[in-house]
């Protein structure tokens, strides 16, 4: 049996884009992360170290974002799903990028992105 924590909202600041003002200019990328482990060695032991950091992942998460501009939020969304996965206790993670100031000529709310990866490398 797999578990789900979910770290939502996430803020980050990338320069990700296919315009040279979004590489220039950057802007805001909203990150949700939702993992799937096996929680129960963490529960039985109320122990840090037998279960994900959230705290460091998510400090991970924010530097993968923060570095090295990519044009694609498919691209950036696969980084992050490696980043989670580098824990061997993540099974599988569904990574949604956010990108709510994308350079469209209409009204939006958002543009999303939701990826699922497993250890496997499977979709």
């Given amino acids: 049996m797999t578990d789900e924590l979910a770290i939502t909202g996430v803020e980050c600041f ?4 296919v315009f040279d003002f979004e590489r220039r200019e950057g ?4 990150i949700d992360l939702m993992l799937g482990l096996d929680t129960a060695a963490a529960a039985a032991s109320d122990d ?8 460091s992942l998510v ?3 924010q530097a993968a974002v923060e570095r090295d501009p990519v044009d694609l939020i498919e691209t950036l969304a696969q980084r992050i799903a490696d ?10 993670t569904r990574i949604t ?6 350079p469209i000529e209409a009204t939006f709310a958002d543009v999303a992105l939701t990826i ?5 490398g499977e979709k």
Avoid: N
């Avoid at 990028?97 to 994308?102: I, L, T």
């Fill in 27 to 30: 802007q805001t990328f909203v």
């Fill in 14 to 17: 990338g320069h990700h884009g």
């Fill in 59 to 61: 400090a991970s998460v």
């Fill in 83 to 92: 980043v989670c996965l580098l824990d061997s206790r993540v099974e599988w």
């Fill in 116 to 120: 699922t990866r497993t250890r496997e």
């Fill in 97 to 102: 990028v956010h990108k709510p100031e994308a």
């Fill in 48 to 55: 840090l170290r037998d279960t994900v950091d959230y705290g």
